[in-house]
C-alpha cells in the first residue's frame, strides 16, 4: 500500500502555484492599464483613484473568476488525477486564502510604488479613497479588509460554478442571487467593497464587522463543502 | 500491486432512467477485462462508479476490499481514461511537462517508460498539448495510463480517433507492459473485432444489465455456426437457442448460443454439417440484437 501523495498540502501547493501565475498575468495587465489611463486623465486639475481602490474593483472580480473557474478547470483535472473531493476542497480553501493574501500584498505594494512614483511624476492621486497610509492600524483594517473581500469574492464565484455544475442552469441561477446577497451583506460588513444595496454607509465596528465577515467566510466554505462532497464527476 | 473488484446489487439512476439495473460481477486481479457494450449499454456509467467518479444509488461495489468513493488511497490507485478531452483543449502545457507532472499523482508512475512511448507513439514532446489533433490526445491519454501503472487501470473507449497502426501499438502496449508489470485492466470498447486477443476475461452488459461474464475462450467455446441444407440445419437447430441465420439457394448457416453435447456433435458430423467457431464480435452483436433489429 502507498502512502497517500495527492495529500491537502500538495493540492495547495499545486493549485497555488497556477493561480499565481494567473494573477502575476492579470495584476501586469491591470497595472499597466493603470499607468496608461493614470498618465492620459492626469494632470493639474484632475484626479483618479488610486491603485488600492481601483484594483479592488478589478481584482475581487478576478477572484470571482477564479472561484467559478475552480469547479469548471481545477476540479475535474484533479479528480482525474486521482484526487479525493475532500482533499481537493481542503487543498482549494488553503490555496485560495493564499491567494487572497498574496493579491492584497501586491496591490498594496504596488500603491505603496506608486504613490513615490506620482510624487517624482507629479501626478494627481487620490489617497483618500482607500485609507491606508495614515497609520498602522488603517492600513492593518485595509489589509484585513482586502484579504476577506478577495476571499468572499472567491468563495461566492466557487459556490455558483459549483452549484451550476452540480444542479444545473436554475439552480445556478439561485446561486448568483444569493451571490449578490452576500456581496450586500459583505458591503454593510466593509467599506471597500464595491457592491453595496445601501447609499448610507453603516459604520461597524471593526471588532464587529470583521467577525461577521469571518462567519460568512465560514458559512460560504461549509456550503462549498456541502456541494462538493459527493458530487458527480461528469465526463 | 493489482486489485480484485466486486461488485453487488449495484444500480445507478438518472431520474427515470435505469442506467445499471442491479449488477453484480467480479472482475480478478492481474487481468484485462473487456467490458463490451452497445451504445448506452452503462458501460460509461459503471466505469464512473469504479473510478469514484459517482455514487451508486444502490449496491455495494468494492475494489481491495474497500469502497472506493472518497477513499484516498484507492482512488489514487485508479485511472480512467476515457474518450474525451475537455480538460485537454484548455491545456497550454508541452507535452513533455505535462507527462513529467504526472509523478506528482501517481505513486506508481514511470516517467522513463511514458517518454518511451511518447517516441513510439510519435508524439512532439516540445508541443502544446491543446495543438495536438484528436488523435495524438488520445495517445497522450493512453500513455498516461499505461504509464501510471496503476493499480487499477481503465480505459473507456480510449483509442477514440486513433488511427488503425495507433491503435495497434496502444493494443500490443497493453500486452508487453502488463506481462512486466500486471495490474487490473479493464478496456472498455465496442470494436470487438480487432480487440477480443487482448481479453482475460469478458463481461458483456446489457441494458444495464450483466448479459455474460466468464474467461475469454469459455465465452467463445460457447459459440457456434452450423452450415448444411436448409432441411438439415432446421431439424438440427430447433432446439437450440439460434442467434442469427443466414439463407444463400438451399444452403443455411445458423450461429448458436450454448455448448453442443458431444452427441450434438457427433449427429452433426454424421449429417455431413460443417460447425465452426463463432468470433466474441459475432457473438456480442448477436447476443445484444434488440427484437426490432
Redesign the interface.
Known amino acids: 500500500m502507498n502512502s497517500i501523495i495527492l495529500t491537502p498540502k500538495k493540492i495547495t501547493r499545486l493549485l497555488f502555484g497556477e493561480q499565481v501565475k494567473w494573477t502575476m498575468w492579470f495584476l501586469s495587465f491591470m497595472f499597466v492599464i493603470y499607468i496608461v489611463v493614470v498618465s492620459l486623465v492626469s494632470g493639474p486639475h484632475s484626479s483618479f483613484v488610486d491603485l488600492a481602490s481601483f484594483s479592488n474593483g478589478s481584482s475581487a472580480i478576478y477572484m470571482l473568476v477564479i472561484g467559478i473557474l475552480t469547479t469548471t478547470v481545477f476540479f475535474p483535472y484533479y479528480m482525474q488525477q486521482g484526487a479525493t473531493r475532500k482533499n481537493f476542497f481542503l487543498g482549494t480553501m488553503l490555496a485560495s486564502a493564499l491567494l487572497a493574501i498574496t493579491i492584497t500584498v501586491i496591490i498594496i505594494l504596488l500603491s505603496f510604488i506608486l504613490q513615490f512614483a506620482a510624487g517624482w511624476a507629479g501626478w494627481n492621486i487620490h489617497t483618500q479613497e482607500v485609507d491606508f497610509t495614515s497609520s498602522f492600524s488603517a492600513f492593518i483594517y485595509t489589509f484585513i479588509s482586502f484579504v476577506i473581500s478577495h476571499l468572499i469574492y472567491f468563495l461566492i464565484g466557487w459556490v455558483i460554478g459549483l452549484t451550476f455544475y452540480r444542479a444545473g442552469w436554475l439552480y445556478g441561477m439561485l446561486s448568483i442571487a444569493f451571490g449578490i446577497i452576500c456581496l450586500g451583506i459583505t458591503g454593510i460588513l466593509l467599506e471597500i467593497t464595491h457592491i453595496s444595496f445601501f447609499t448610507q454607509q453603516i459604520n461597524l465596528p471593526i471588532f464587529v464587522s470583521v467577525p461577521l465577515s469571518l462567519v460568512l467566510i465560514v458559512i460560504l466554505f461549509v456550503i462549498n463543502h456541502r456541494l462538493i462532497k459527493d458530487v458527480t464527476v461528469k465526463i | 500491486m493489482s486489485y480484485a473488484i466486486e461488485a453487488k446489487d449495484v444500480s445507478v439512476k438518472y431520474k427515470d432512467f435505469t442506467a445499471i439495473n442491479q449488477v453484480s460481477f467480479q472482475l480478478e486481479p492481474d487481468k484485462i477485462h473487456g467490458l463490451l457494450g452497445r451504445n448506452g449499454a452503462g458501460k460509461?456509467t459503471l466505469l464512473?462508479v469504479l473510478a469514484?467518479?459517482?455514487?451508486a444509488d444502490a449496491g455495494s461495489l468494492t475494489i481491495d476490499g474497500e469502497n472506493p468513493?472518497?477513499?484516498?488511497?484507492i482512488?489514487?490507485?485508479?485511472?480512467?481514461i476515457?474518450d474525451?478531452h475537455?480538460?485537454l483543449e484548455?491545456s497550454y502545457e508541452k507535452i513533455e511537462d505535462t507527462l513529467k507532472s504526472?509523478a506528482?499523482?501517481?505513486?506508481?508512475y514511470d516517467e522513463a517508460y511514458a517518454f518511451q512511448l511518447a517516441k513510439k507513439f510519435k508524439l512532439p514532446l516540445t508541443k502544446k498539448v491543446n495543438q495536438l489533433s484528436k488523435g495524438k490526445k488520445s495517445a497522450l491519454q493512453a500513455i498516461i495510463g499505461l504509464a501510471s501503472r496503476?493499480p487499477l487501470t481503465i480505459f473507456d473507449e480510449a483509442y477514440l480517433g486513433m488511427d488503425a497502426p495507433t491503435r495497434e501499438i496502444f493494443y500490443k502496449e497493453i500486452l508487453n507492459d502488463q506481462e512486466e508489470h500486471p495490474r487490473t485492466i479493464i478496456f472498455s470498447t465496442h470494436l470487438v473485432s480487432e480487440t477480443d486477443y487482448l481479453f482475460d476475461e469478458v463481461l458483456m452488459i446489457h441494458q444495464g444489465k450483466v448479459l455474460l461474464q466468464d474467461t475469454n475462450e469459455q465465452v467463445i467455446s460457447k459459440g457456434f455456426s452450423v452450415t448444411g441444407s436448409l432441411k438439415q440445419i432446421d431439424a438440427f437447430a430447433k432446439d437450440l437457442e439460434v442467434l442469427n441465420s443466414q439463407m444463400l439457394g438451399g444452403t443455411k448457416s445458423v450461429m448458436v448460443y450454448g455448448e453442443l453435447s458431444e452427441q450434438q456433435k457427433n449427429a452433426a458430423n454424421q449429417a455431413g454439417l460443417e460447425v465452426g467457431p463463432l468470433s466474441l464480435h459475432d457473438l456480442f452483436v448477436h447476443l445484444t440484437k434488440e427484437e426490432d433489429e
Do not use: L
Request: no cysteine.
Open positions: 460509461t464512473s469514484a467518479f459517482r455514487k468513493f472518497e477513499n484516498p488511497g482512488m489514487q490507485n485508479t485511472i480512467f476515457f474525451q475537455k480538460d484548455y504526472m506528482d499523482f501517481r505513486p506508481n496503476a
